[in-house]
């Protein structure tokens, strides 16, 4: 074979791996959060009213809430896999140390969202708890209290 075909060959063969290492580098491989989770993706749970099922989070905005750093205005939701007893109009919650929020609830009834009325102190350690006996559907109650530890973002100046 001629050189300069080889060459040419050679050249387009450079062309496709660099445009797939582009394509590669800039869209990725794994999702972003995969890449947070050391790149294991976390399986999909699904909500399940499955009566032999006992209460439990299926999901946190933000993501993987116990043991993030959140920004100090951050909402803050929890999902469960039941739904939150209705004729609870305050479901309920503590957190250390207090913060006053707002609490409402996502239509279904399965998400509670936590609005902070004033700003988290950043740089601060939080723990928010559910207390065993919060009611749900189907006559489910929180079994035992499930605790949620997350800091808020640190300040430290301009």
């Known amino acids: 074979m001629n050189k300069s075909v080889l060459n040419k ?22 999702s972003k ?10 399986p999909k749970v699904e909500a399940s009213n499955n009566d032999s ?3 439990q989070i299926v999901t946190t905005k933000p993501v993987n809430l116990k043991s993030s750093i959140i920004s100090a205005n951050q909402v803050i939701e929890v ?5 939150i007893d209705e004729t609870s109009q305050k479901f309920k919650y503590v957190i250390e140390p207090d913060v006053e929020l707002t609490q409402t609830f996502s ?12 700003a988290f ?6 723990t928010l708890r559910f207390p065993a006996g919060n009611k749900f559907g ?8 499930i605790n949620i530890g997350f800091k808020t973002v640190r300040y430290e100046g301009v």
């Open 121 to 126: 102190p950043p740089g601060q350690g939080f």
């Open 53 to 55: 099922e006992k209460v």
């Open 33 to 42: 959060e995969q890449v947070k989770n050391g790149g294991a993706s976390k």
């Open 9 to 30: 060959v050679l050249i387009g063969g450079v062309i496709v791996l660099g445009v797939l290492l582009i394509g590669v580098f800039k869209n990725g491989i794994y």
């Open 107 to 118: 239509p279904d009834r399965k998400t509670i969202i936590l609005t902070p009325k004033k």
């Open 79 to 83: 999902t469960f896999n039941y739904n």
């Open 138 to 145: 189907g006559g489910k109650a929180l079994e035992e209290d």
